[in-house]
């Protein structure tokens, strides 16, 4: 798994036993793991030092994982994963928003969490998909596989590694109906589970973005099915 | 509450009725007195006349001859019938008849008085009867004055006049009646409204502070009365303070002591995960302790998310709730693709207020429960119908249904069916009923008549 350099992380939380145990858990995994217990040390350690994934707990004293998160944005392109409270759907939803990656409920048992960072860690390590689909173009949108790069309009647009990567299956199966535990699967890494609403955040928050383009319109959602690139 | 059940009509009527019998009584006692002077008055006047001419004769021709007796009885007689009339509205003018007819025409109860005259203190009478009328009331007296000054006693013995029937009759349908009728009405509606209007509305509160209401009160308009019931709704206001400290009080011990368990069992989850890594995957151990980790977790979650709901806003924006219940059907059909789910899939227009969230949860709870307590082979059915002012959703399934006697407290939190190894914390429904009132609606369970449980949410439009 870790067949070059081990990928490092970095734990934001405020609970240093939680964190203490957790890096020894990852590193036994083979991690290399970094702890900080404020979202200003984080941002600090952050300054000096990159990173291929970042844990950001949401319940900090001071300024939340979501204040956090918020003032990285957009600039930082390192995938994030939210820690939230059990049954706070509204910081679950309001985290994907912010442009995390994913989510894991806490408390949690680490096999878990572990199975989220590999997941996630795999969608935003450059997958060569097949040789020739490195670039694909659909009307405005432009997306190179290979660069993680979307133009549309000639713009640049930023977008997550899960919007970059529903975006792309989308455009690889144009016009045809990508079902959600397809997406789930493909794009989170992780099997679809009943009322889980993470892809249909992750398509909405990429409608908007394409929208803001001039792009609006593009992904229709087929009820009881899933999601459409519609053809120029 | 039949309306005559009610104490607004009880008071009312019982103070009416005492009212309006006692005003009755007096009025009726009062005209009575009075017609009674009247009577007497007339009587007197009818008599003097008479009797000044009868002395005058009398001295004339020293003594009264037997012609002239009769003459003068005739003409008490006359004065008497013709007052009588008079008195009880005839005005006609009858004289020259004769007091044979009236007697024989009208009132055959009513006697003329009994005339006795006396001269001075004699005992003797020169005019009437020596014979009295022993049982009528003391008789009348008057004295008149003949020409030359002397004195003679009159006695007027008659029977009181009596007052017909119809008397009472006219006073009973007379304009006095009506007023006071409705003297007493407005009266009694008043003194009723005073005692019963702060009734009802402390009920109100009550009714209120039972709904889920915890801040309501009585307001300052009741409670600052000096009299029982501004200490009733005193009263009231310290026990509605007492429920409210002691229910939000239990809630945030819930809360806050379900929130300081995760760190410790977050970290608990951790070092189970750096056993099982040292003790290998398949540790059995490990895996227990994993297991009732993940338990904990569980109940954590329903507590507090119980506990939350009443922290969710409620101005969100309307939405449809076909698009939810579709998306419910889709969730059941996704996660328990065994099951048959029957949703006719109805497109309805209106548009429900509140929080969609909220009734997902409660909805999707109810669905829940039953993929949990049915067996495999019950079917669900999931309907909505649209009444005036409310929409019904009905999830039912062909299950076992539930022991009546469990019905009523099903709903109550940590309330389980017993007799099976359920893995729920019997929070779940309560959690639903919780989220439904939320939205001012109102959850029930019953047994279907033709088996399984069956779970009604009303929600209004």
Known sequence: ?232 | MRWFRSLFWKIFFAIWLSSLVMLAATVFIVSQVNERERVQDWLLESVRLNAEQLVDDYERSDGLSKRRRYYYHKRFARSFYQRWREHNGDHHDHRGRDHDDWRRDHDKRQEPPRIRIYAGDSERPIFGGRDRHTDGPEPLQLTVQSETGAQYRVEISSRAPELPLRHLFRFILSYQIVVILLATALASVLLTGLIVRPLNRLRDHTRELHQGNLASRAGDKLSRRRDEIGELAREFNSMADYVEQTLVGGQKLLQDVSHELRAPLARLQVAAGLAEQKLGEDDRLAGRINLECEQLNRLIDEILSLSRLDAQPLDAEPYALSGLLNELAEDIRFSAPQRVLHWPGVELSAMLPGNRALLQRALSNVLTNILRHTPDEAEIYLGVTQAANELVVTVRDTGPGVDEALLPVLLEPFVRAEGKKSEGYGLGLSIARRAVERLQGSLRLRNHPEGGLEVSVRLPL
Do not use: W
């Open chain 1, 1 to 232: 798994m870790t067949e070059h350099k081990p990928s490092q992380l970095l734990l934001v939380d405020d609970d240093t036993d939680l964190t203490e145990l957790l890096s020894e858990y990852l590193s036994n995994e083979g991690y290399q793991v970094l702890c900080a217990h404020s979202a200003d040390d984080a941002e600090t350690i952050l300054a000096g030092q990159r990173f291929d994934l970042l844990v950001f707990d949401i319940m900090m004293p001071g300024r939340t994982g979501l204040d956090l998160l918020q003032s990285l944005r957009p600039g930082l392109q390192t995938p994030v994963i939210m820690l939230t409270g059990r049954g706070d759907d509204i910081d679950r939803i309001l985290g994907l928003e912010m442009g995390a990656d994913d989510y894991l409920a806490k408390p949690c048992n680490p096999r878990e969490l572990l199975a989220r960072i590999r997941a996630v860690l795999r969608r935003v390590q450059p997958v060569v998909q097949a040789p020739s689909a490195i670039r694909l173009v659909q009307g405005g949108i432009v997306l190179d596989a290979g660069s993680r790069e979307v133009m549309v309009a000639e713009q640049p647009l930023t977008l997550t590694s899960a919007e970059f990567n529903v975006l792309m299956l989308l455009m690889q199966q144009v016009g045809r109906v990508v079902s959600k535990a397809e997406l789930t699967e493909k794009v989170l890494h992780r099997k679809l589970t009943a009322y889980d609403r993470a892809i249909d955040v992750h398509v909405s928050r990429l409608r908007q973005k394409l929208a803001a383009q001039g792009e609006a319109e593009r992904i229709k959602t087929v009820r009881g099915e899933g999601y459409q690139l519609v053809q120029h």
